[in-house]
């Protein structure tokens, strides 16, 4: 797979660097329209073409396809371009700006038979396949909840707020693991640093089954958190992505109800502690992992990717329904 990295801003460097390494792939060419950037990311891949007009990407007939890493506002004119250029496209986070936006290239990849992909880069973490593959196997009984904090000082960003920001990565785990959109959403944010983007944000999802998921997102916080807990009938896992060393950690503590009528007025919960398990699972960059399973499903034409469109579009319905209700006062919005 041929493919060229539009946008060497922040994460665009990253993804050259994978699928430069990547022996499925291989970096054709990377594309900014900052000269001085380009000049310096290209001398790392003296091999690889350099251009700052993205529509010569879009007519080499060498490009297999785009990866696209330039600020949302500008990932939909991006995106459809390419597709409709008939390359196939990797996508940033969030996948667009609004549902809308989202929803039309889900409908054009599917219409020209090509692989469109959000860069959902947690789903390839080995941590979080692997809380994946214990809830698949019914180790945490029914979920509960899920609980999640992704807060730092910075970084400010001038054209999105904190929702969009940093509640995609969670949202995205929680779409992997879950699987299916909540039935309605509640936010709160505030402003505090002016220009009207919110740089504090809580986040509810209400799946309807039982299951609640709560979202804390900060730009403001004077300590870096990235914690996510999710609790089960069975069992419980807490997830800390700053733990190198034992960032899974396996519950057996929880309640046991009685279901008994007659014990209505005695002791109807009790609690069960039993051990704790860090569990083992290999190390892999995730970016290249993702960088791996792009280029595969290019190569044998899978449409359903473990961050496809459809996920995509999920994550960005789940934000502009927080954004109404931040607007609203945490109004819930039905999804």
Not at 7 to 19: D, Q, S
Not at 197 to 224: C, M, Q, R, T
Not at 321 to 328: G, L
Request: net charge negative; hydrophobic share 40%; aromatic share 8%.
């Amino acid at each position: 797979m041929r493919v060229s990295v539009v946008g060497l801003g922040y994460w665009g460097p990253n993804l050259a660097r994978n699928f430069n390494a990547v022996e499925t792939a291989q970096l054709h060419s990377i594309c900014d329209q900052d000269k001085n950037r380009l000049a310096r990311i290209g001398e790392n891949y003296p091999a690889t073409k350099t251009c700052r007009d993205f529509s010569k990407v879009l007519s080499d007939p060498e490009v297999d396809a785009v990866a696209i890493a330039t600020p949302v506002q500008t990932h939909y004119d991006l995106a459809k371009a390419a597709l409709n250029a008939g390359k196939h496209v990797l996508v940033e986070k969030p996948m667009t700006d609004s549902v809308s936006a989202a929803e039309e290239l889900v409908a054009l990849a599917d219409e020209k038979g090509l692989v469109l992909m959000v860069d959902h880069v947690f789903v390839y973490s080995s941590p979080v396949r692997k809380i994946k593959e214990i809830i698949d196997a019914g180790e945490l009984g029914d979920l509960f909840f899920i609980d999640s904090v992704r807060i730092n000082l910075g970084l400010f960003q001038h054209d999105v707020n904190v929702v969009w920001d940093l509640a995609p990565h969670d949202l995205s785990i929680v779409d992997y693991l879950v699987g299916r959109l909540p039935k309605s959403v509640s936010a709160f944010g505030a402003v505090h640093a002016g220009q009207g983007i919110e740089d504090v944000a809580y986040l509810n999802l209400d799946f309807d089954d039982g299951l609640v998921a709560n979202f804390h997102v900060n730009w403001l916080s004077p300590v870096k958190v990235r914690h996510m807990l999710f609790g089960g009938s069975g069992k419980s896992i807490l997830y800390n992505d700053l733990d190198a060393s034992e960032p899974v950690k396996v519950y057996d503590r929880g309640i046991t109800v009685d279901g008994d009528p007659e014990a209505r007025h005695g002791l109807m919960v009790g609690y069960r502690s039993g051990d704790v398990l860090s569990p083992h699972f290999p190390k892999a960059e995730p970016l290249r992992v993702m960088a791996e399973h792009f280029a595969d499903c290019v190569k044998n034409k899978k449409q359903k990717s473990m961050s496809s469109g459809q996920a995509g579009l999920r994550v960005v319905k789940i934000l502009e329904a927080a954004q109404h209700s931040i607007k609203a006062q945490g109004g819930r919005i039905t999804l």
